[in-house]
């Protein structure tokens, strides 16, 4: 029977063909791809300056130090996001503070960041990074009017967010500057890769130029991370997935193995820039452009599936929240309940991969005496959460099964 996987890689027919000829095209060309898909990233936001990135955490750091950001200084960060956030703060020097989410949005709760921005402490907080994690905008209005009161920086963290919109507004265009990832896994696809998008051109005019000052990433690597994401890309096909993927992952469940920790272990590590410290090349712009103009395609189908399967959740599963006004870009529908362990087995019944662990609580990991007591929310969504497969490759069939396993449990 066909297996439905929690997620899949998104490629087109013939990308990694398009792509090698990419590789074989003259330098002018090259150059020319690059500035098409900044053109093309800037008609999608609709105003603002965009540069492409080796990786959005190399966007983060470029912010920081456009902004001189660095030693001495604190950067808010939400507990509940991927760790590298806080890594590209250190980077540049300066202390990430974590602030706790809410239970029902995952995003930074506004009364926690009041509470944090009004404590004295001796590195001043300089930004704070407003996450729209899996895809949910945060609260824009209220964290932009505490920071704006403080004279603090808003940046938005858009690595879910490409199709995001905060009260009518694109997000990545209501803070200062805002990042995006296309990494393998994301709605855009580039191997790797990221942008980031300002209305500042003091902020793009130093992006644009550190990056400048990067090397192009090795053939060697970049070729690597297609043949990885192509491999990954067939073996999360429905078909091939209920006959290989779920009966290995079932194994290593069996065998008191974690899917997760495996992939970590071995097949993410393939997937990304280790080396992030690179600039975009000219073949990841070539996958942007095309995986770019089929994103209204991409994300209507997420959206479908997202509200169908949202609307036959039984209710002690709760699906993410979103604010009133606010538009989901469905990078990820997760939701939680009390009992996610037995979710996910009921529904793997159905032969229907649901995920555990989606994001979490970072800071928890960096400090796990204190960390899941002081971020009790961050900590709550993470032991609660699921993820529910709605990638753009589900049939409308696909999505009736998924309907029906969870109208059933
Ligand atoms: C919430 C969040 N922010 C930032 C990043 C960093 O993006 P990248 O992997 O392109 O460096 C990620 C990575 O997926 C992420 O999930």
Known sequence: MIGIPRRTIHMYPGEVSDLLSTALKEPSEHRALVSAFEDAFTRHAGDGLAVPVGAGRLGLRLIFESLNIGAGDSVVVPAFTD?????????????????????ETYNIDPKALEAILDLDRDRPIRAVIATHI??????LNAISALCAARNITVLEDC?????????GRRCGLVGEAAIFSFVVTKAVNTFGGGMVLTRKKHIADYVREATRQLPQPKKSALGRRIIVGWLLHQFTRPAVFGNVGLPIMNGLKSAGGDAISSYNKFVRPGTQNAHVDTAFSPIQAAAGLTQL???????????????????SLPPHV???????????????????????????????????????????????????TNGPKDFPNAQWVYEHSIQIPIHPTLSADHIGRVCRAFSRI
């Open 83 to 103: 760790q590298s956030v806080p890594n590209a703060v250190r980077r540049v020097g300066a202390e990430p503070v974590f602030v706790d989410v809410e239970r």
């Open 134 to 139: 899996f895809g949910a905008p945060c609260d």
């Open 159 to 167: 690595a879910h967010a490409i199709d995001s919109r905060s009260q």
């Open 293 to 311: 103009r089929m994103l209204g395609s991409t994300q209507s189908r997420r959206t479908r599936a997202a509200t169908q399967i949202i609307a």
């Open 318 to 368: 709760r699906a993410q929240g979103t604010l009133t006004g606010d538009q989901h870009a469905w990078y990820f529908l997760v939701a939680t309940t009390e009992n996610p362990d037995a979710v996910v087995s009921a529904l793997s019944e159905h032969r229907i991969d649901v995920g555990r662990y989606p994001m979490r609580n970072v800071a928890a990991l960096e400090d796990p």
